[in-house]
C-alpha cells in the first residue's frame, strides 16, 4: 500500500524569505502523480502544484517549486518569497493508479512578519 | 478551474437521527467522487468512492450501513450518515476530478456536529 510521510509537523519562516516542505513516499507503481495541497482556516483545499511522475523536470508554479526525486520517494515543496497568505497546513498527497489520494500527516507553516 | 460545492456547509443534529451532505460538481462530469473525513488538527481521510450507476466502494474500516454513498448523476454525490453519533462529529470533504490527468478538486467541506 502506498503511504505519504511528512516529517515536519510544524515549520515557520520570515515573511519574504524561502522554506521548504519535506515530503517522503512509499510505492510500488512507476506511474503516478504527487501533488502538494493547501489548507487555510477557511478549511477549503487549494491545490499548490503537481508532479507526474514520469517527468524529470520540475514543476514549478510561481513561488512554488518542487524537488522531486524519484529513486529516493521524495518531494519537497519550496516557497519563494514567503507572504502571510501563505500561512496554511500544508498536505503532500500521492494520487494511485485507481485515481484515489493519499494525503501525508501534513505541516502546519506559520509566516512571520 | 473545476468547482465543486457542498450542501450544507455546517450542520447540527440530534444523535439518532440522519444527516445527508451533497456534493456537485458544477462545471464538469465527474463519474467518479470521493469522501473523505478530518478531524480537528489532522489529515483527510478517504472514506470512499462513489461511483455513478454503481455501489460505492468503501476503505478498511469504514462502515457502509453507517455512512451510505449514492452517486446519482454525473454531477451529484451523497453522503447520508445515518443514526448519527457524537463520535460522527466531524468535517466531511467531497472531490472530483474532471477525467483529465491532475488533481481533485475539493468542495468546501461539511461541518457536522452530533448533539
Known amino acids: 500500500a502506498q503511504t505519504v510521510t511528512q516529517s515536519q509537523p510544524e515549520m515557520s519562516v520570515q515573511e519574504a524569505e524561502t522554506v521548504t516542505l519535506s515530503c517522503t513516499y512509499d510505492t510500488s507503481e512507476s506511474d503516478y502523480y504527487l501533488f502538494w495541497y493547501k489548507q487555510p482556516p477557511s478549511r477549503q483545499m487549494i491545490l499548490v502544484i503537481r508532479?507526474?511522475?514520469?517527468?524529470?523536470q520540475n514543476a514549478t508554479e510561481n513561488r512554488f517549486s518542487v524537488n522531486f526525486q524519484k529513486a529516493a520517494k521524495s518531494f519537497s515543496l519550496k516557497i519563494s518569497d514567503s507572504q502571510l497568505g501563505d500561512a496554511a497546513m500544508y498536505f503532500c498527497?500521492?494520487?494511485?493508479?485507481?485515481?484515489?489520494?493519499?494525503f501525508g500527516p501534513g505541516t502546519s507553516l506559520s509566516v512571520i512578519p | 478551474g473545476a468547482v465543486v460545492s457542498q450542501h450544507p456547509s455546517w450542520v447540527i443534529c440530534k444523535s439518532g437521527t440522519s444527516v445527508k451532505i451533497e456534493c456537485r460538481s458544477l462545471?464538469?462530469?465527474?463519474?467518479?467522487m470521493f469522501w473523505y473525513r478530518q478531524f480537528p488538527k489532522q489529515s483527510l481521510m478517504l472514506m470512499a468512492t462513489?461511483?455513478?450507476?454503481?455501489?460505492?466502494?468503501?476503505e478498511q474500516g469504514v462502515e457502509k450501513d453507517k455512512f451510505l454513498i449514492n452517486h446519482a448523476s454525473l454531477t451529484l454525490s451523497t453522503l447520508t450518515v445515518t443514526s448519527a453519533h457524537p463520535e460522527d462529529s466531524s468535517f466531511y470533504i467531497c472531490?472530483?476530478?474532471?477525467?483529465?490527468?491532475?488533481?481533485?478538486?475539493f468542495g468546501p467541506g461539511t461541518r457536522l456536529t452530533v448533539l
Open positions: 462513489s461511483n455513478e450507476g454503481s455501489k460505492a466502494t468503501y
Open positions: 472531490s472530483a476530478h474532471p477525467g483529465l490527468a491532475g488533481g481533485q478538486f
Open positions: 498527497a500521492y494520487r494511485t493508479s485507481y485515481d484515489k489520494v493519499i
Open positions: 462545471d464538469f462530469q465527474a463519474t467518479t
Open positions: 508532479q507526474e511522475a514520469y517527468k524529470q
